[in-house]
């Protein structure tokens, strides 16, 4: 069974910047897209940057500019850049498989952007 280990959240002010990192063992992690998802309490998990087994990359509109999700295939692991972090950017973020999560959720990793 693939499992995903999401790391690399803290607490950071506004405008700052966090580098997340997720790691999945098993080597048919290369041939899937992957995404990165963030929910907040009460709210619905949503998808917030994805990138195909060749590198293209689509981002939430909330995102957009701002995150930068790429991978290494070879690592079998996913990163999310995050600058000009925002309040409303607070959640636990969470990789998996996309369109349709096909992995057991990882525990996430928690943001918190407060000054």
């Known amino acids: 069974q693939v499992q995903l280990v999401e790391s690399g959240g803290g607490l950071v002010q506004p405008g700052g910047s966090l580098r997340l990192s997720c790691a999945a063992s098993?080597?048919?992690?290369?041939?899937?897209?992957m995404g990165w998802y963030r929910q907040t309490s009460g709210k619905q998990r949503e998808m917030v940057a994805r990138?195909?087994?060749?590198?293209?990359?689509k981002y939430a509109d909330s995102v957009q500019g701002r995150f930068t999700i790429s991978r290494d295939n070879a690592k079998n692991t996913v990163y999310l850049q995050m600058n000009s972090l925002l309040p409303e950017d607070t959640a636990v973020y969470y990789c998996?498989?996309?369109?349709?999560?096909?992995?057991?959720w990882g525990q996430g990793t928690q943001v918190t952007v407060s000054s």
């Open positions: 990138i195909t087994s060749g590198g293209s990359t």
């Open positions: 098993g080597s048919i992690f290369r041939f899937y897209a």
């Open positions: 998996n498989t996309d369109p349709i999560p096909l992995y057991n």
